[in-house]
């Protein structure tokens, strides 16, 4: 009975971050629920191999990368195209704190954040996976190196590798948009 309470208490902790990390990695709000619901699941039966080696909420990310890649998987087996973390639904860009910026501010930081995520999306898994859990979630070199099992230097290697690509990609998307202003200003 006492271990049912403790998971009751970790699930009630820990839902909002394994939500958000799923939307995030996935893109999608499709199958959340169940996604979410396959991670705890995974966690109570791991619980009792559990040896506390590392923070409950670093295990907690593994077992959702794990299972946003089984996601992954499923969704090339059915050939279906990625939709961005900046669909309308997810709203994550209203609670983001906003301070007094006039309409068009508002729609161009809305628009640079769709245009990230749009990018994010065209990135490696893994390389997606490890800018969202370092610059999304906060996470350590260490602690990401532990949720992926992979050494600390592949980590910061692929994270180098998609923010350069990101960098990228977002300047010729920018440069792309001014040609086409000076081309309709004319």
């Known amino acids: 009975m006492d271990i049912d309470l403790t998971f009751e208490q ?32 995974r966690l109570y039966r791991a619980l009792p191999n559990f040896r506390g080696e590392a923070l409950i909420t670093t295990y907690l990310y593994r077992i959702a990368v794990n299972v946003a890649q089984d996601e992954w998987k499923r969704r090339r087996r059915n050939d279906r ?6 669909d309308e639904s ?28 749009e990018q994010l999306q065209l990135l490696s898994h893994i390389e997606r996976t490890i800018l969202i859990l370092y610059h999304q979630e906060e996470r ?3 602690q990401i190196s532990y949720a992926l099992g992979m050494p600390i230097g592949t980590v910061r290697t692929h994270l180098h590798r998609g923010r350069k690509k990101l960098r990228e990609a977002m300047q010729q998307r920018q440069t792309k948009e001014r040609r086409t202003a000076c081309q309709t200003n004319r």
């Open 10 to 41: 970790l699930v009630r902790d820990h839902q909002a971050m394994v939500f958000r990390t799923l939307l995030r990695l996935t893109g999608s709000r499709e199958h959340l629920d169940d996604l979410a619901q396959d991670v705890f699941l």
């Open 81 to 86: 195209s990625h939709v961005s973390l900046s």
């Open 90 to 117: 997810s709203a994550w860009e209203e609670r983001l704190p906003h301070l007094d910026r006039n309409a068009e501010q508002q729609m161009e930081e809305r628009e640079f954040h769709q245009a990230v995520e």
């Open 140 to 142: 350590s070199y260490e």
